[in-house]
């Protein structure tokens, strides 16, 4: 006789188990109707699945927020059916859900075309208009791998051997298909809906493995109803116009080639911006009270085997032997370094917080096919800093970072930011009662700073918990960069000190914190955020000088000369081309601001203005024109100073 709970506090006992879809029915026919999933104890249930036990259930349907991953699993099921009855000869291994939609990998000799995709997709959605039941059956292992071999489906063979032998094998149809899967699944095909649409194929290692075959992996998306999906596709479409590797290429910003795999070569205006940023973000820290260090490349691994990185990271460290007796390692990550700064001198309670910040180039050996522009490389610089502090300072520490990021955010044009809480790692250091501790020190902190946080379970660093500093670009993709994490492991492996109060020695809190992440990540979402227009105080060139006649040359020169004595980054174009033809080239360039010259001018001592995005043009002299062009050059910092 099992009490069902329901989410508005009422409960209702049953003679015997019970279905969901019964529950549902016994509350409204309407709620039978629309019911597409369930929830029982907090985990989805097929509506058929019968429930025997106590249990706190919730009806969804199709419209509800959480039913979307599920309507993503659909999708990839009737993609399978769909190739399989397209072209039989294939074979199917997994389809999970990912971010936005969802995959599924096949095996096939001959590659699937993008002509292909579109005779695929259309099968889907005959398949959803068949109104397929779905249905959840409990297989013994040996009839599931009697079933897959009969089949000729050595994939599927592999996974039901993985499967632990405790744990049930289900399998789901619908039609004449029939899939190893966990579920859970809607009523029937129809419910997912025809908002969908396949986006690509790619290549992929069977389980990740380069040794395993190569696989065919079909992307697609799926969302609950047409507006959200032609919302998303027009998202795609302008973040391919919005791509910084083109606009990075248009701009002449930097370059990547594969004598330096994963590497980058910055050009002028690339490193002019860059060097902007990081003379920015110096400024902050300084203000800050952080003292800016620098620590080496190479490293012996001793340090990073005391420290837990060599067993954690040694496949993506590259490493150098200097002699028979020692293995150098070019750091992947600065925590270490700083450590050992902090211990070369008697530090006292008076010392603390000590914050010590770099700008660290690292190294991390990342897969080949992982690389991806400048938002993922092999060489890198962390905005990275760590604070060493007492148990009583956390709070402090960490209200006071969480307002610095947040300022540093919006500067760039970044308001909508949200954190994630993500707590101990399965594979991690130190033991449950440390992570306890620094757990409940991280939450009290985070409430400290008033922040409202989303639990990540299980993604903490393996030396402790961290927040994780999520932010929403122009057009609506999220982009994770700033963390702060509480680690009372690393000090404690790497026995840094210092004296208390009383006398006598305890082990520092190590926070651990960076804003921007990888400084060529940022430059990389930078260049998608403002789609190549550059706010004023970072654009590479501020302002082109532009002539309209010969005669006008020595006045634009004047202007240039000023212009760059007031430290404004400016370009003449002296060329012997029509104005129209110039203005339309640096627009299309995304200068700024152009100044027009011509004889007008000259007599006048005045520039004509033209602002990037607008037709209009108006005058000012030239003393004017510099003045009020030199503030709003100057970076957010500054110019709060300013006024």
Known sequence: MPTISFPDGSKKIFKSSVSPLSIAEGISNSLKKKAVIAKVNGEFWDLNREISEDSYVSILRREDKETLEILRHDCAHILAEAVLEIYPETQVTIGPVV????????????????????IIEKR??????????????????????????DKNEPFKVELVNDIPKNQELTFYTQGDFIDLCRGPHLRSTLDTGHAFKLMSVAGAYWRGDSKNPMLQRIYGTAWTNDKELNQYLLMIEEAEKRDHRKIGKAQKLFHIQEEATGSIFWHPSGWSIYQEIEAYVRRRLKRASYQEVKTPQ????????????????????????A????????????????????????????????????????????????????MRVRAFTQDDAHIFCTEEQINQESVSFCELLMSIYNDFGFENITIKFSDRPEIRAGSDETWDQAEKALMDASEAAGLEVIMNPGEGAFYGPKLEFVLRDAIGRDWQCGT??????????????????????????????????????WFGILIEQYAGKWPLWLAPCQIVICTITQDAANY????????????????????????????????????????????????????????????????????????????????????????
């Not at 006398?503 to 651990?512: A, D, E, F, N």
């Not at 152009?594 to 033209?610: A, M, W």
């Open 99 to 118: 971010e936005n939609g969802f995959y599924y990998d096949f095996y096939r000799e001959e590659p699937f075309s993008s002509e292909d995709l579109i």
């Open 124 to 149: 889907m959605h005959e398949i959803v208009d068949r109104n397929e039941r779905i249905d959840r059956e409990v297989w013994s292992r040996s009839d599931a791998i009697k079933f897959y071999k």
């Open 298 to 321: 190479l490293i012996d691994r001793k340090l990073w085997e005391n420290s837990g990185h060599w067993d954690k990271f040694r496949e993506h460290m590259f490493t150098t032997e």
């Open 323 to 374: 002699d028979e007796k020692q293995t150098l390692a070019l750091k992947p990550m600065n925590c270490p370094g700083h450590v050992q700064i902090f211990k070369q001198s008697l530090k006292s309670f008076r010392d603390l917080p000590l914050r010590l910040a770099e700008f660290g180039a690292c190294h991390r050996n990342e897969p080949s096919g992982a690389l991806h522009g400048i």
């Open 484 to 521: 702060l994490q509480v680690d009372f492991v690393l000090p404690e492996r790497l026995k840094a000190d210092y004296i208390a109060t009383d006398g006598s020695k305890k082990r520092p809190v190590m926070l651990h914190r960076a804003i921007l992440g990888s400084m060529e990540r």
């Open 556 to 643: 634009a020169n004047e202007v240039k000369t000023q212009s760059e004595d007031k430290g404004l980054r400016v370009l003449l174009d002296n060329r012997n081309e029509k104005i129209g033809y110039k203005i339309r080239e640096h627009s299309e360039n995304k200068i700024p601001i152009l100044f027009i010259v011509g004889n007008k001018e000259i007599e006048s001592k005045q520039v004509s203005v033209r602002r990037l995005g607008s037709k209009e043009q108006i005058n000012l002299d030239l003393a004017e024109a510099l003045d009020k062009y030199k503030l709003q050059a100057l970076p957010p910092d500054l110019a709060r100073d300013v006024k």
